[in-house]
């Protein structure tokens, strides 16, 4: 919250009227997928943070074998069902919101500020030695799939969660880079940019002020719609053996695990599979309200 | 002796490279603007004059070519001008729509220029205030944004804005061109009030020649980068002698028979203005005139000056040089 106002101090973000937040509301709850997004967004957000305390078996989050209860199928005790090694499927899933979340979360704050900033200086400077090179250095590592540098990555250094992240970080400024070079160099034609140079204001207030408040709405929207992208990223480096090292309770891991013993026991894998994805689904249709919301904006 | 000029404008061009040659944009075209005057510079889309105002105000540096502001050299881009002298040329753009940063408070806006330039340090609420009065918006409008208001609105915080800093000379890119009719007099009466309120120059660019009457002191007519005629505005609208200039009077609509009367005879407008990438060889003109001669299609007339303070760019009058 500290944050915020020192921003909106700075002029980076506009003051806001509480009639503005609720217009944004009203505009954003138009739409029931987008609240049914923010929901499934906002359940996981919670048993993630609560897991010790929401679980059944939290201890069965950590190294933990009980050979005698292994493989069973989903009954009351056990609403998932267990493990190869007794362990509750649905107490690990709840546990692996949590790495999916914090890898999420981690990489996004790592990638969005320089990619941004990088992103406003190659706008600003469109078609000058220093967009040249920094937009030439980011299409080389958006030419590389993501996957694949990650593994290139991950298998070179030690695998384990936090190589992955920085693994799936070095490859994802690119794309913020990309889109706010995009519309820096578009608004940086725009009169009230002009206004702002014969004025004589420096190059940081026009970056920062002038032209990023008017990107925040669509980094916004990526940054929503990238958490889920990160999440199939990060457990798909845990599913080949890359990220999270067992006994962890990643999701990923968990259905490489599982998938072993398809299909007779056949929960170890879907239900961690299911989890993925209400957690992409339910990023997915957040990040096309918060678009929403912005767009309306925009108009 | 102090020279009369606060800009001049010598031998200015203005050349955008593009992939299929150069668009002349501005070419070769000199004029002066004198203290306390409104010089006018008008001429149809694609003629150069907005590209004029803006190489003036620094937003392109010119390819070749000086400007003068009292007596200094500004033919550099804006970034290189020294920051006190930025202050003293101001613009104010067509759309306030567009010139008016749609995320930032009308307070936010008003208060850029007098941070920038030292005016006021800290909250500048009171100065934000004032000048808020002075272009008749109510002082509640400071927290408000840009799409809250109306154009006419738009317009006058635009001009708040540029005249925060104290300016002695303003360039009007068609400053009316995008509002409604209601307000168009409004803004016009306001801007000439200013003018002689706080002693400014105007650069007044529009394409509206009935406009331009009624403003303006001297009046250059561009076409395709150059200008044509020259003249102070009585001469200009009464004896005007570029078959360009005549055309364009002629194709003003009028509605009472003193108003004809007053037009020069008519002349059929013909074409439309060529694209900018082939302007045609000799005078740009000769494919539309109506009085060309064989000269116009193989040689480009100079600017000659008919009579004092009225310049004409037209082989017709080449035998009646002063």
């Not at chain 1, 693994?167 to 206004?195: C, D």
């Not at chain 2, 064989?294 to 002063?322: A, Q, T, W």
Request: proline share 7%; charged share 20%.
């Amino acid at each position: 919250m500290f944050l915020l106002e020192k921003l909106k101090d700075l002029g980076v973000l506009s003051p806001r009227k509480t009639e503005d937040y609720k217009k944004a509301w009203y505009k954003f709850s138009r739409n029931p997928f987008s609240v049914a997004g923010l929901v499934i967004v906002i359940v996981v957000v919670i048993l993630a943070i609560l897991a010790p305390y929401v679980t059944p078996y939290p201890h069965h989050a950590e190294f933990f074998v009980d050979f005698a209860n292994a493989n069973q199928p989903p009954s009351l005790a056990h609403l998932f069902g267990t493990d190869q090694f007794g362990r509750d499927v649905l107490t690990r899933v709840i546990f692996g919101f949590r790495y999916s979340l914090i890898m999420a979360a981690t990489i996004l704050v790592i990638v969005t500020p320089p990619g941004v900033i990088l992103g406003l200086i190659a706008g600003y400077y469109r078609d000058r030695w220093i967009d040249m090179v920094i937009m030439r250095i980011a299409d080389i590592f958006v030419a590389v799939p993501p996957l694949v540098l990650a593994l290139a990555i991950c298998s070179v250094l030690e695998p384990n969660l936090f190589n992955a992240m920085m693994a799936v970080s070095l490859m994802w400024w690119p794309w913020y880079t990309r889109l706010v070079y995009g519309m820096a160099s578009s608004l940086r034609m725009e009169p009230f940019i002009q206004a702002a140079e014969i004025i004589g204001a420096s190059k940081f207030h026009i970056m920062f002020k002038e032209i990023l408040p008017n990107c925040l709405g669509a980094i916004l929207t990526k940054v929503t719609l990238d958490a889920a992208w990160v999440i199939i990223l990060g457990s798909a480096l845990s599913f080949v053996g890359l990220g999270a090292q067992p006994p962890t309770p990643d999701l990923g891991t968990m259905l490489s695990d599982g998938a072993k013993y398809m299909p007779t026991v056949w929960w170890i894998t879907i239900f961690p599979a299911m989890a993925i994805a209400v957690i992409i689904l339910g990023f997915n249709l957040l990040g096309d309200g918060v678009r929403d919301v912005f767009a309306a904006e925009a108009h | 002796m102090p020279s009369e000029n606060i800009l001049e404008v010598i031998n200015l061009k203005k050349y955008f490279k593009v992939s299929k040659g150069v668009i002349k944009a501005v070419d070769d075209i000199s004029f002066t603007v004198k203290y306390g005057e409104t010089f006018g510079l008008v001429g149809e889309s694609g003629s150069g004059k907005s590209t004029t105002g803006h190489v003036v105000v620094g937003l392109y540096a010119p390819t070749s070519g000086k400007i003068l502001y009292e007596g200094i050299d500004m033919s550099m881009g804006v970034e290189r001008r020294p920051l006190n002298l930025k202050k003293k040329i101001q613009m104010v753009f067509q759309d306030p729509a567009t010139s008016l940063n749609p995320k930032r408070t009308i307070k936010q806006i008003i208060e850029l220029p007098l941070k920038v330039h030292g005016i006021s340090h800290g909250d500048a609420s009171q100065k934000v205030a004032e000048l808020l009065q002075m272009v008749e918006l109510p002082v509640e409008y400071m927290d408000r944004y840009p799409t809250e208001l109306g154009g006419g609105e738009r317009q006058m915080v635009a001009i708040a804005r540029a005249l925060a800093v104290n300016p002695s000379f303003i360039i009007l890119d068609e400053p009316t061109s995008a509002l409604d009719v209601s307000i168009q007099a409004k803004i016009i009466n306001m801007l000439m009030r200013f003018q002689k309120e706080f002693d400014l120059s105007y650069l007044f660019i529009t394409h509206n020649l009935s406009l331009m009457r009624n403003v303006a002191s001297r009046v250059a007519i561009m076409y395709l980068g150059k200008i044509a005629e020259l003249a102070p505005t009585e001469e200009f609208f009464y004896n005007p002698l570029h078959p360009y200039t005549k055309m364009l009077l002629s194709s003003i609509p009028v509605i009472t028979d003193e108003e004809e009367a007053m037009k020069p005879k008519k002349v059929i407008s013909t074409g439309e203005i060529p694209g900018a990438l082939n302007v045609p060889p000799g005078c740009s003109f000769h494919p539309r005139c109506p009085e060309r001669l064989e000269i116009c299609d193989k040689v480009d007339p100079c600017m000659l000056e008919i009579s004092p303070g009225h310049f004409v760019r037209c082989h017709l009058y080449n035998s009646m040089k002063v």
